[in-house]
């Protein structure tokens, strides 16, 4: 097979497979700038593709599993969002104790409203985002290059891809360009100079902490009812764990954490693509070195190729407002 | 509190009554990691423990482990509690079935998937590549493109014996066949990664493979559910799926788990107990190709003369299934 193809259909699939990483990143991102670490991305993502798995089982529509998928999600964000703002509480521990909730409480209700072992019944094609094709995407396969960049890679993806990519430089933008995204960004470096000016602190994070709750219930509303056909139980496998990691290798802002995220599921792709393919020079790779392959090149590029990576400053601290 | 005292109430009931029913057997079972509900490889033994259930009235207990440390506990608990038989399912019971048979020469043990050759445990082993043969036969005559695919779960000779049988079938239905083969990984994670099964399904597909046999447990939902969005064919595994997507299921290769433990449970309670090592390939109604209403169209005339023929074939021994886990290699 040729090499222009593979590279094309393993970018495809790359682009699938970074979709939850993206959403999950941003926001922790949001989260994150705003001075609330946000560990609990997974199980908030989890509980967020629980509700979508559910909520369009039941209505047999997609749209209402993303709401639903928001929603549990924002309800979960908010949990946290009591516990280390409100209650000043640690946030790794509060962070983790969602992860749990998550991981066990939808496992748990799964069984008891589906009885499938924790699986939402698998849903038809009417209640999915399914793939929708972009206008002219047929025509322009002929054309070279570009014609096969959009009809292969731009084209064919769910909504959800589209949004996802829209959330880059929306989140750049929102960051960087609106009195919101200053005051967010003072907040997660010197809360005491955000308080001062007038603007409350806990309203500001609460704000950057729903924000995160709406961008999970994104992720796992793909997961569930985008990328798969119903919930699994724990079918993030670790995916909020790396997207962390991916924002800390972004080191905190929007755009590198589009390289990231892209890096990671272009990683995870080629791994699937080159498995049980014979290469130039070494011959058929065993399948275990190309699954490893996305952890090893993570540790290698973290430890040496990226630079220093520094936190905003007020990350993990919660704010006490002086008396 | 009224409540509380009923249900103590029923309880006491159940318990005295209990002894009444199930005089001779309670039997136990625990399942392997992709759970009781995977559609696949584990339902089918919770199927033949519900089938018994139903005949007979006899209850059992069943335990889903959730991580590899519990299955020794799990049977351990199930052989103190003093349940027999005790039917593990999956070969990644098997070293914790060394350790806890041993234990309890008094108990009896069934395991299916895998040997383990001690005084009070049945075997129970399936010829895969006998029935992985006929739906590689079926496969190759029903692809368009004379391109197949097999996504396996776990990267282990069982599995490889699955992909080898379906290979050498497919070759002998079309010898220019291509087949592509991939893994979905080296952990029990595998099992249970549809996402992963799907990306791999969509990576076959756009290399033109137009039918995907999977071997996967859970996983293989995600492949066939890819197969099924591409408008492709997918092919089931040791439940019947063919129900899963209709017109999109070409057949299932049928394992009959759900057999292997009602005869287990059935056995012990008959007094006909036997241990030792069970071999069930076509002959024995172990293996078998899926063939209901939703794939009936599917099934072409020359299909099934094909398909029948060489069933017949190698029962009676005229074509010979290479097993991969006899020399660890595959000479397809």
């Not at chain 2, 190709?289 to 060489?310: F, G, H, P, S, Y």
Request: glycine fraction near 10%; charged fraction near 20%.
């Amino acid at each position: 097979m040729d090499f222009l193809q593979t590279l094309i259909l393993t970018t495809d699939s790359a682009v699938r497979l970074s979709v939850p990483l993206l959403f999950a990143c941003l926001a922790g991102l949001y989260s994150e700038r705003s001075g609330v670490v946000d560990i609990g991305l997974e199980g908030k993502m989890l509980g967020g593709a629980f509700a979508a798995g559910c909520v369009a089982a039941i209505t047999g529509s997609a749209w209402l599993g993303l709401l639903a998928a928001i929603l549990v999600s924002i309800g979960l964000a908010l949990v946290h969002g009591y516990a280390s703002i409100t209650q000043r509480g640690n946030q790794i521990v509060s962070g983790v104790a969602i992860n749990f909730v998550a991981s066990g409480l939808t496992a748990l209700l799964g069984q008891a409203w589906f009885g499938r072992g924790g699986k939402t019944p698998q849903l038809p094609n009417t209640a999915r985002f399914t793939e929708i094709t972009l206008p002219f995407a047929e025509p322009m396969r002929n054309v070279p290059v570009i014609g096969r960049i959009y009809s292969d890679i731009i084209s064919g993806h769910s909504l959800l891809v589209y949004a996802a990519f829209i959330a880059i430089p929306l989140t750049w933008w929102i960051l960087y360009r609106t009195r919101f995204g200053l005051r967010l960004r003072a907040v997660g470096e010197n809360p005491g100079a955000v308080d001062t000016a007038g603007i409350s602190v806990a309203w500001m994070r609460y704000r950057a902490v729903i924000i995160a709750g709406i961008l999970c219930g994104f992720a796992g509303a793909y997961l569930s009812i985008a990328q798969s056909a119903g919930f699994s139980k724990d079918m993030t496998a670790g995916k909020g764990f790396i997207a962390l990691a991916a924002l800390v290798f972004a080191k905190w802002k929007p755009l590198n954490a589009l390289g990231a995220c892209f890096l990671f599921g272009f990683l995870d792709a080629v791994a699937i693509r080159m498995q049980g393919t014979a290469l130039p020079v070494v011959g058929e790779v065993p399948v275990q070195a190309m699954q490893a392959l996305p952890y090893i090149l993570t540790v290698i590029l973290l430890a040496g190729f990226i630079g220093k990576s520094i936190p905003p400053k007020a990350d993990g601290v919660p704010y006490t407002k002086e008396r | 509190m009224l409540r509380q005292f009923f249900g103590a109430a029923a309880l006491a009931t159940i318990m005295v009554a209990a002894p009444a029913l199930a005089a001779e057997v309670k039997p136990a079972v625990v399942y392997d990691l992709g759970g009781k509900n995977d559609q696949s490889f584990n339902q089918s033994a919770f199927h033949g423990a519900e089938a018994y259930k139903k005949d007979t009235g006899t209850d059992y207990r069943d335990f889903e482990i959730q991580n590899d440390t519990q299955r020794e506990q799990a049977l351990r608990r199930f052989a103190e509690r003093g349940y027999d038989p005790i039917v593990a399912i999956g070969f990644s019971q098997a070293e914790a079935l060394k350790k806890v048979a041993p234990e309890f020469p008094e108990t009896k043990f069934a395991i299916v998937d895998m040997v383990v050759d001690l005084p009070n445990v049945r075997s129970i082993v399936f010829k895969e590549h006998e029935g992985s043969f006929l739906v590689g036969l079926l496969a190759a005559k029903a692809s368009k493109t004379a391109k197949v695919g097999f996504v396996g779960g776990m990267d282990i000779p069982l599995i490889r014996a699955f992909a080898c049988g379906y290979k050498q079938g497919a070759k002998a239905a079309n010898p220019d066949i291509e087949i592509y083969e991939n893994m979905i990984g080296t952990t029990g994670a595998a099992w249970n990664d549809p996402v992963k099964g799907g990306e791999l399904t969509k990576s076959q597909i756009d290399r033109g493979a137009d039918v995907i046999y999977h071997a996967a447990g859970g996983s293989g939902a995600g492949v066939l559910q890819a197969a099924a969005d591409a408008g492709k064919l997918g092919i089931g595994v040791d439940s019947n799926q063919n129900g899963l997507h209709p017109g999109n299921v070409l057949t299932s290769m049928v394992k009959r788990v759900d057999t292997a433990v009602y005869n287990a449970f059935k056995d012990l309670s008959s007094d006909n107990w036997s241990s030792g090592i069970y071999v069930l390939g076509l002959a024995e109604n172990g293996v078998a190709w899926a063939d209901d209403e939703n794939n009936k169209d599917l099934i072409t005339a020359d299909m099934r003369a094909a398909v029948d023929q060489a069933s017949k074939d190698i029962i009676d021994g005229k074509i010979v299934v290479h097993d991969y886990r006899a020399d660890n290699s595959c000479p397809f």
